[in-house]
């Protein structure tokens, strides 16, 4: 469904992306990585939100390089960015009748049933929520679009553990629903438990994928490339 | 006190037509972040092309005659407004500096090609029979109804637009563009498409302006520069992107111009930038603008 070849991004003199290669296809791909590695460029490049300097984005076979978002976003691409990013002027409400289809498979009566939470904050503003309320509904916005691929960025950054529980539900009935994810995220649980294929970014490239199971498994590994402490996370 | 009230009501109404014109202004750089230096520009050929659609259909005692002046002038700024958007402007989104120049330098081409074709002559509307004439008004007397004509389109204008940006799908996506354009593009909304609308809307709103204001006093060359800066200091000091601080910048200058012209004439011209300084001073955003 995706594929991303040898994509490079720079801004200025940094050099971001340099050469990640990557495709998602039906199952879910997690990538995981520390800090200032480059995964959110790579999800904003793959969105046509950053300018990309070498290399290609595909999507079901079309080139989306030099695409404007709205185009990409018209073929299926939807993005839950890093900081979530809702509107403060727009409602609840307003933030989901802007993105709905008519008729899919997501529509808001699905949304307000599986995040009852938006349905009673329906009339408050997008400033007005809590950092849990406004994660539901910058994922709500994305699933709304019905996408064939949803990129979800740290989703579950700043989330309280059970909220983060029922988010991993979600995201592990999207497949069902014929959606392709592409989950990036620094909490290992979270990626490990969505996704069966983990990618590990180091300093704009793809280190190593790996089954999630052997991730999990290998503390080493974490240690390695997520420096994360024996037991930890 | 009939004085007082005099002079208050055409402070109204002045700020009723300043409201007009800023709304437009306002709107544009509300979502697209362009200081549009023509909208004086717009105003004026607005006003300038309705007279020519009024002229010969007043002369053949046409009574649509002012109503097929003002649309031809509204609609004529919409599609100029539109083509400058998607010929000009929309190739530089995000260098304001840019944006600015070039609408500095069409204004200057429009006035001068206005100059050209129409002379130096002011030229002024005859509003219709219908909104002709003086009515009286409680504590005043006789007032030209034109000018109280000229409040309803304000207020007309003002809760249109409320009822565009708060009630209607392009009214979210503008609102949600004004807040993250860039995220809006990534739900799929057309942006540029919506930033031809909105240029489109603004410049009519000039234009209705200049249709508006060349009834109320001649039409000549100069009113470009005069409603483009009366446009800047009522956003300025308003606050910018805002209907509710536009219209309340719109009153503060309105009232201003006409107080100060009644009671220190020499010096009223100084009033509205003195507004202007205090809330620079005070309140960077405007009175109402988000910071």
């Known amino acids: 469904m995706l594929e991303v ?38 999800c904003q490049a793959v969105m046509g939100l950053v300018a990309t300097s070498e290399g290609g984005i595909a999507f079901g076979g079309r080139r989306l390089n030099g695409m404007p978002p709205y185009r990409i976003a018209r073929r299926g691409v939807a993005l839950v960015p890093q ?3 809702t509107f403060p002027s727009l409602s609840v409400d307003e933030h989901l009748r802007l993105v709905a289809v008519p008729g899919a498979s997501w529509n808001i009566e699905r949304v307000y049933r599986t995040f009852p939470r938006l349905a009673e904050r329906r009339r408050n503003g997008g400033a007005e929520l809590s950092g849990g309320e406004q994660q539901m ?5 994305a699933l709304l679009m019905n996408p064939k691929l949803v990129i979800m960025d740290e989703p579950s950054e700043g989330l309280a553990p059970v909220i983060v529980d029922q988010l991993i539900a979600v995201l592990r009935g999207l497949p069902a629903d014929g959606m392709g994810v592409l989950l990036v995220e620094q909490n290992l649980r979270v990626a490990t438990e969505v996704a069966e294929d983990v990618a590990i970014m180091v300093t704009g490239r793809i280190a190593a994928a790996m089954p999630a199971a052997r991730l999990v498994g ?3 590994l974490q240690r390695r490339y997520l420096g994360v402490a024996a037991g930890g996370r | 006190m009939d004085l007082a009230a005099t002079i208050v009501l055409n402070g109204l109404t002045l700020a009723a037509l300043y409201f007009i014109v800023a709304s437009g202004f306002s709107l544009i750089f509300g979502l697209m972040r362009v200081v549009n230096m023509a909208h004086g520009a717009m105003y004026l050929v607005a006003g300038y092309v309705g007279y020519s659609v009024f002229e010969p259909l007043y002369d053949h005692d ?31 989104q995000g260098q304001e500096l840019r944006q600015a120049l070039v609408t500095i330098g069409l204004s200057i081409v429009v006035a001068d090609q206005l100059l ?14 219908a909104i002709f004439g003086s009515t009286r008004v409680p504590g005043i007397g006789g007032y030209p109804t034109f000018r109280l004509v000229q409040i309803g389109v304000a207020v007309a204008v003002g809760v249109g637009l409320w009822l565009l940006l708060n009630r209607t799908k392009l009214g979210m996506m503008i609102r949600a563009g004004v807040d993250d354009r860039q995220m809006l593009g990534a739900c799929g909304v057309n942006v540029p498409l919506v930033g031809v609308a909105v240029f489109s809307l603004g410049a009519a709103l000039a234009g209705l302006g200049g249709i508006i204001g060349a009834t109320a006093q001649p039409l000549a060359m100069g009113a470009d520069g005069r409603f483009l800066l009366i446009s800047l200091v009522v956003v300025i000091v308003g606050g910018m992107g805002s209907v509710t601080g536009t219209a309340l910048g719109a009153v503060l200058i309105g009232l201003a111009e006409q107080i100060g012209q009644a009671m220190f004439p020499t010096y009223s ?23």
Do not use: C
């Open chain 2, 116 to 129: 050209a074709m129409y002379g130096g002559t002011p030229r002024q509307f005859f509003a219709p029979d």
């Open chain 1, 137 to 141: 509904l910058a994922i709500a916005r």
């Open chain 2, 62 to 92: 046409l009574w649509y005659a002012w109503y097929a002046g003002l649309a031809a002038g509204v609609a004529f700024a919409a599609v100029f407004g539109a083509l400058v958007q998607v010929l000009l402007l929309g190739w530089m």
């Open chain 1, 218 to 220: 290998d503390q080493e």
């Open chain 2, 269 to 291: 011209v100084v009033l509205t930038f003195v507004i202007m300084v205090v809330v620079l001073a005070l309140r960077p955003q405007g009175i109402l603008g988000r910071a």
């Open chain 1, 83 to 85: 900081g979530r990013r």
């Open chain 1, 5 to 42: 070849r040898d994509l490079h991004v720079r801004f200025g003199q940094a050099h971001i992306l340099q050469g990640v290669s990557l495709s998602v296809g039906e199952r879910p791909v997690a990538i995981v990585g520390r800090n200032g590695m480059g995964k959110t460029t790579l």
